[in-house]
């Protein structure tokens, strides 16, 4: 197999298709989540309530990606999670994607969980999360648990999943969701 060299031509050739808000691939820290939160604050603050749903979002996905991310790294002492962090604007929502490395034997679960949250309404949802709350510890899922639950109910959309076989051992999971604008909604209340 022919490696190819990374282009930042071709990167950003991608990226500029929509409007990335925020991109981030690398290890995910203390320091990484501090400053990815203050931005969110920052570029959303015209839109209260999509950024508080952003927010919440980000908090459980950049968690799971910092529990379950199978590719680590080595640095000052430290071993931090790998993952990638992408937000996306379109007319009417913005996209919240997350990827990391996950170790095979896990894929089918964690597609398996999302295909059953996906199946649910808000008050199917609302009592899967009570029942996955009160499971014993050793019943619940790997990364596919109370926190994708959550996901689901804080956007009120469908979870996106990929994933692609990356070695024998590991595949690049991704985890997608939109978030609709209030901004336009809002303005078009006020109209009324």
Do not use: W
């Not at 799971?64 to 009417?92: C, P, V, W």
């Not at 999302?114 to 899922?141: F, G, T, V």
């Not at 956007?155 to 999971?173: G, M, N, R």
């Amino acid at each position: 197999m022919i490696e190819k060299e990374f282009s930042l031509f071709d990167y950003y050739a991608l990226t500029s298709q929509k409007s990335v808000l925020i991109s981030y691939k690398g290890p995910v820290s203390d320091v990484i989540l501090a400053e990815i939160s203050k931005d969110i604050r920052s570029k959303f603050s015209n839109d209260p309530k999509a950024s508080r749903k952003i927010f919440a979002i980000f908090m459980e996905l950049a968690q799971n990606i910092l529990y379950y991310s199978a590719e680590k790294t080595l640095f000052n002492n430290r071993h931090d999670s790998i993952g990638s962090i992408l937000i996306t604007q379109m007319a009417e929502h913005y996209t919240f994607s997350c990827g990391n490395l996950v170790e095979n034997s896990y894929i089918q679960e964690l597609v398996e969980s999302c295909k059953i949250i996906n199946s649910m309404d808000r008050d199917a949802l609302r009592e899967y999360k009570r029942e996955q709350r009160s499971a014993p510890q050793r019943e619940r899922s790997k990364g596919a648990g109370i926190g994708l639950i959550q996901v689901a109910l804080t956007s009120d959309t469908p979870l996106k999943v990929e994933y692609k076989e990356i070695d024998d051992t590991h595949s690049l999971f991704s985890l997608s969701v939109q978030i609709m604008k209030e901004e336009e909604k809002d303005e078009e209340e006020k109209a009324k």
